[in-house]
């Protein structure tokens, strides 16, 4: 596929890697030669300076060729302008980042695409659907669900009081009800084998089916994690105000907003159950005075990484039992999951796992980030013979960095062992390092 880019800020760069690392033919363009210069000196892909909102610029990239043109600038009229000038000129598929929620309404759709506007990305919006599935268990790191919740995959930072640590897998039961897909620890990710075992500290990410998560609950050691009744958010971010109308309404929500005309504006755009509060979250006697230490998640959503990971580290020293960080240079998300300071969020990265699915050739269902570990998870749906029919799973030569971690049949999840033979009609759900995805194609088609 050839792919032009726009944009090489942290979304557009992210995307650039990862479809260079697929060998595809990536066209970034940017106005700013040192970013491009940083780009092209490390990945295969080609270039070039210029406006993307001027013809003369599009045509010099050849966008008449392109299978997919993606805009993702933080302006979101030069991102439309791109597009529908991308779309005039032979762009087969367009998508645009956006900054207004108004624009995803359905009733909208038609408008868009009638202008040559394909999708339309709004990473906040992602970002708070990320923050509020996740917040329903206090005791994970992350939850996705597939298939209508018939599968879903755990990440669970495992203590010293788990039941499963220190244990080869080759050891443990047979007919255990998950399948752990992969473990992260510090900067290592592990596709777990029969020798391998799991330790205090790390990341694990479990699939399994929804009626085995208080079982997952109970063998990771976190029982004593309460519900969440009360969250704390510091910044009234469009992230805030997106998470703050998603959030159940049986939980309380402060956010805590230092610019008070910014306070203002946040009462016009939340319900009133959510209570607005001027002040510095950063500040101890304020969040003491709010009862931080009866307070069940701290989300520290301002557009600034270090303010956002130093408030988390202190809410949790002040008693708070899980934190979230919306962390917006992907260069600190390891370093903040070595503070062990809770749940980490990256809208860039979301976005670029959107966008990624759209140019896969094979129909799939939904591609999902993990935020702690460099990879993905994907649903592909068995429409008809195919390689993934032919053989058992333990029998299909999977490429490295790649395991099957379940299947939804007939709307039922179903564990995957070696002997597991893959239907047609069959969702299966896979786990696998970003630069893999593009390599499992070949099974689904």
């Known amino acids: 596929m050839r792919i032009v880019i726009v944009g090489a800020g942290a979304v557009g760069t992210h995307l650039a890697k990862m479809l260079s690392e697929e060998n ?48 993702v600038t933080p302006d979101e009229s030069r991102n439309m302008t791109a597009c529908i000038i991308a779309h005039y000129l032979g762009a087969k598929k367009t998508v645009a980042r956006i900054d207004n929620y108004e624009y995803l309404l359905p009733k909208h759709k038609e408008y868009f695409n009638s202008l040559g506007i394909d999708s339309l990305i709004y990473p906040e919006q992602l970002a708070a659907e990320e923050i509020a599935t996740n917040i329903k268990y206090s005791w994970m790191r992350q939850m996705l669900e597939f298939g209508n919740g018939a599968l879903v995959m755990i990440g669970v930072k495992i203590r010293s009081n788990a039941e499963i640590i220190n244990i080869p897998f080759k050891e443990l039961a047979r007919d255990i009800p998950y399948h752990v897909v992969a473990i992260q620890r510090g900067d290592e990710t592990i596709i777990p084998r029969g020798n391998d075992v799991i330790q205090a500290e790390d990341l694990v990410c479990f699939m399994t089916t929804f009626d085995q998560i208080p079982f997952i609950r109970r063998i990771t050691g976190k029982e004593e994690f309460s519900e969440v009744r009360s969250i704390i958010i510091m910044g009234g971010s469009r992230i805030a105000v997106r998470t703050a109308r998603l959030i159940p309404e049986h939980i309380k929500v402060k956010i805590i907003e230092s610019d008070i005309k910014r306070c203002h504006k946040l009462l016009e755009l939340v319900d009133d159950r959510v209570m607005v509060i001027n002040g510095d979250a950063r500040d101890p006697e304020l969040l003491r005075s709010e009862g931080i230490d009866r307070t069940d998640v701290f989300m520290a959503l301002c557009d600034n990484s270090e303010t956002n990971i130093l408030a988390c580290l202190a809410a949790k020293r002040s008693g708070v039992s899980r934190a979230v960080s919306e962390v917006e240079n992907i260069d600190y998300i390891s370093m903040a999951e070595s503070l062990d300071i809770g749940s ?22 939904s591609v999902k980030c993990l935020t702690f570990i460099q990879a993905v998870v994907a649903e592909f749906p068995v429409n008809g013979e195919c390689l993934i029919t032919k053989k058992p799973v333990k029998e299909l030569g999977l490429p490295d960095g790649a395991n099957i971690g379940g299947i939804i049949r007939n709307g039922k999840g179903m564990n995957v062992t070696g002997n597991t033979m893959i239907q047609i009609g069959d969702h299966v759900i896979v786990f696998c390092l970003e630069h893999v995805l593009k390599k499992l194609e070949k099974y689904f088609r």
Do not use: H, R, W, Y
Not at 347 to 357: D, N, R, V
């Open 24 to 71: 595809e033919n990536v066209v970034l363009l940017d106005e700013s030669e040192e970013k491009l210069g940083k780009m092209e000196a490390l990945f295969d892909l080609q270039t070039i300076v210029g406006d993307p909102t001027k013809i003369s610029s599009l045509q010099s990239a050849n966008v008449n060729d392109a299978d997919l043109f993606v805009a």
């Open 344 to 365: 980490i969020i990256n809208k860039k990265k979301l976005a670029a796992s959107t966008i990624f699915q759209m140019m896969l050739n094979t129909d799939v269902s």
